[in-house]
């Protein structure tokens, strides 16, 4: 009886939680053109709810990116006097360990942000393709 009633009253919130994590859970994808002096990334929120402070590789990027809008960044690349000419776009700085030898783009980066209801997430994405135009893949989106 009581033991039961218990057992099931944990599954349904368990359940709920799931499906709410499901409901909330981002969806963000990268894409990434080498320019040579740069590497411009562009950051697309696919998802119908928008994200609040993002971090790129652990630098602040914006405060928000809105429903089904996509946000431009600039890295630079080490041993390159080159900046970025567009103030709008952020622009932030690769290390020599995030691009290896004889590769055109990092092979992972990773973006934590806030969601609608200020909950934290994290992702590692990975790199796919490494020749004119990159796309990177989400690992998994991790609350933190």
């Known amino acids: 009886g009581i033991f039961l009633s218990f057992w099931k009253y944990s599954e349904d ?3 709920q939680k799931k499906e709410h994590e499901d409901a909330v859970r981002p969806k963000i994808s990268i894409s990434a053109v080498n320019r040579i002096s740069r590497i411009d990334f562009e950051i697309f929120n696919q998802g119908s709810l928008p994200l609040s402070s993002i971090y790129f590789n652990g630098e602040f990027i914006c405060n928000n990116i809105g429903a089904n809008k996509s946000k431009p960044v600039s890295a630079l690349i080490p041993d390159n006097d080159y900046g970025n000419d567009d103030f709008e776009i952020p622009c932030i700085w690769l290390s020599a360990d995030d691009i290896k030898s004889g590769e055109n783009y ?3 980066i990773h973006i934590c942000f806030d969601d609608h209801e200020g909950t934290s997430w994290e992702c ?5 393709g490494d020749d004119e ?3 990177y893949c ?3 989106y991790y609350l933190l």
Request: proline share 12%; no cysteine; hydrophobic share 20%.
């Open 124 to 128: 590692t994405f990975n790199r796919y």
């Open 133 to 135: 135009m990159a796309r």
């Open 106 to 108: 990092p092979k992972s």
């Open 13 to 15: 919130k368990s359940r």
């Open 138 to 140: 989400p690992e998994g």
